[in-house]
């Protein structure tokens, strides 16, 4: 069965310091995962996916995640922290394979950032 | 020009009521969703329709009912409404029931909350 564990309920940063969300996975085969972000008020927008090419997953706003099967893991980081950066950050397997539509989400990570 | 779109935002409403929360979308997609968010922003999917068909079914009560009119639109019903369906409920799209190129486009939400 495919699960996903957001090992921080919430991270506090400074502005301009680095932003590391932590996210482990568990999945009976080979998983596409996803980051997704919900600002207050918003729906989920689509950070990045991972879906067995590169390794390394490049997102928008500068975010970027790591898969590493060998730690069933898929950190998001960011170099630089933005004040617009804070959110709620949410770690996605797909049920199925690749299907996006039946998602397991993480129960989510709060990103403060503090000027 | 909000690409998937949900009204009511809010909704309060008593224990026992039947309520109705509609959602459109105008990116062109064939299959649309509803999630639910709880007070804990612990999200699960609910239904996913495919050119109007049912695709994804969870386990929810058959209290919930959706409505397809046509692949724009997804409409969920609630009858009876319980203190437990507080709630964020949101409506999101993609192309392609099981293809994961397509990324989801969520709307912003609907609080529901009864009384």
């Known amino acids: 069965a495919q699960s996903v564990t957001q090992l921080d309920s919430h991270v506090s940063v400074s502005e301009g310091t680095p932003v590391l969300l932590r996210c482990n996975y568990s999945s009976s085969y080979s998983p596409s995962l996803f980051w997704y972000v919900q600002h207050p008020n918003k729906g989920l927008q689509l950070l990045l996916k991972?879906?067995?090419?590169?390794?390394l997953v490049k997102g928008i706003n500068g975010f970027e995640a790591e898969f590493k099967k060998s730690e069933t893991s898929f950190h998001l980081t960011k170099p630089s922290a933005h004040m617009s950066d804070a959110a709620e950050y949410f770690c996605?397997?797909?049920?199925?394979?690749?299907?996006?539509?039946?998602?397991?989400f993480g129960k989510g990570t709060k990103l403060s950032v503090k000027p | 020009d909000t690409a998937v779109s949900q009204t009511p935002k809010y909704l309060v409403t008593q224990m026992g009521n039947d309520k109705s929360i509609k959602c459109e979308q105008n990116l062109g997609h064939d299959t649309m969703y509803w999630y639910k968010q709880d007070s804990k922003k612990f999200l699960k999917i609910m239904f996913s329709?495919?050119?109007?068909?049912?695709?994804i079914n969870e386990t929810v009560p058959n209290r919930f009912s959706p409505k397809s009119p046509d692949k724009a639109h997804l409409n969920l019903h609630i009858n009876s409404l319980e203190l437990g369906d507080s709630a964020v409920y949101f409506c999101?799209?993609?192309?392609?029931?099981?293809?994961?190129?397509?990324?989801?486009?969520f709307g912003n939400g609907t609080r529901l909350t009864v009384t």
């Open positions: 991972y879906t067995s090419a590169a390794t």
């Open positions: 996605v397997v797909s049920r199925y394979g690749g299907s996006q539509g039946n998602l397991i």
């Open positions: 329709y495919n050119n109007k068909e049912l695709i």
């Open positions: 999101a799209s993609s192309q392609g029931g099981v293809g994961w190129k397509s990324p989801l486009h």
